[in-house]
C-alpha cells in the first residue's frame, strides 16, 4: 500500500466558502458495498475504506442521503467521529429512494422543500453533527419550480444546519439562477476525458472562483479517447483511471474530482495519481479526443 500522504503542493487547493480544500477528493457512494477478503458486504471493512483515504490526506469527501440509504453517511461517522478538524464532508438531497418501475430501478428527483429539510434532519443525524459543511441540491425537480427547492436550503443555511450551498447536475442557466438567491459554493456535475457537456458549466465556475466536482471522473467511454488514454497510461505505468484524473486537475485551477470505490487497493491507485507528472504533449492529445461542447 502507498505510504505518500497528499499535501496542498501536491494536488493544489480550492475554496470551499470560506473552507480550502486539496483538489482530489472521495466520492462515497459505493463505501457501503465494501467487500471483506471473502467477498461479503463487510462494514469494518468500509470504515478502513474512509479512514484510509483520510489517513493518505484527502480532506474531502462528498456523499449523499441515497448513498446506501443513508448507509453512507453513518460510515463516515463511525468511521471518523469526532472529524479531523480540515475535513470537510459534503452532502446531499433532491432524490427520493429508488423505487421498481417495471422491472427497473428508478430513482426519481424530489425537490419539494418540505422533504429537502426532512432529509437534512437525518443528514445531520447519522452525520452526528449540527452544521453541515457543505448541502448540495442533488438534482433539479421537474415538478417543483427550482428557486423553490433552492429557498429550502437557504431556509437551512438561515437557521445555522447548513454552511455553504452547492449544487448538482445544473445548467449554466440553473447555476445563474442559483446565483441570485445565495452564493453558489460548488457545482458538481458529470465531467470526465470523454463527456465534456458540462463545459460551459465549468467556463462558469471558474470564472466565479466556484469548486466544480466532476462526478463519474474516471469513465472514459469512446475507444478513440480510451485508446488515447491507455496508451499514456502505459507509457507511464500508470493505469488509465489515474490518467484522466490528472487531466481533470490540469483541465481547470476550480477542478476537484472525487473518485469513489469500494476497495481499498482502487484507493490507493487513485490517491497516488495525484504525483502521476504528464507533459503538456500528452495533456494536449487528450484534449483533442473531444470536440468543444
Known sequence: ????????????????GDLTVRRLGFGAMRISGALDANGVRDRDTARQLVRRVVDRGVNLIDTANIYGYGESEE????????????LVITTKAGFKPAKILKGHATLPPKGDPAHIIEECEKSLRRLRVD??????????????????????FVQLQ?????????????????LTLALELFPVASVENRYNAADRGSDRVLAEC???????????PV?????????????IAAAHGATAQQVSLQWLLHRSPVM??????????????????????????????????????
Request: with cysteine; hydrophobic share 40%.
Open 1 to 16: 500500500m502507498s505510504t505518500r500522504v497528499l499535501d496542498d503542493a501536491t494536488v493544489g487547493t480550492v475554496r470551499i
Open 75 to 86: 460510515i463516515i461517522a463511525e468511521a471518523l467521529y469526532p472529524y479531523p478538524k480540515d
Open 131 to 152: 452544521c453541515i459543511d457543505l448541502y448540495q441540491v442533488h438534482t433539479p425537480d421537474p415538478n417543483h419550480a427550482y428557486d423553490d427547492t433552492l429557498g429550502a
Open 158 to 174: 438561515q437557521q445555522g444546519k447548513v454552511r455553504h450551498i452547492g449544487i448538482s447536475n445544473v445548467s449554466v442557466m440553473q
Open 206 to 216: 471558474e470564472a466565479r472562483g466556484i469548486a466544480f466536482m466532476p462526478w463519474a
Open 219 to 231: 469513465i472514459l467511454g469512446t475507444p478513440k479517447v480510451g485508446a488515447v488514454v491507455d496508451s
Open 256 to 293: 476537484l474530482p472525487i473518485p469513489g470505490t469500494s476497495q481499498l487497493a482502487h484507493a490507493d491507485e487513485n490517491i497516488d495519481a495525484g504525483w502521476l507528472a504528464l507533459s503538456t504533449d500528452e495533456l494536449a492529445l487528450i484534449d483533442g479526443t473531444v470536440g468543444p461542447a
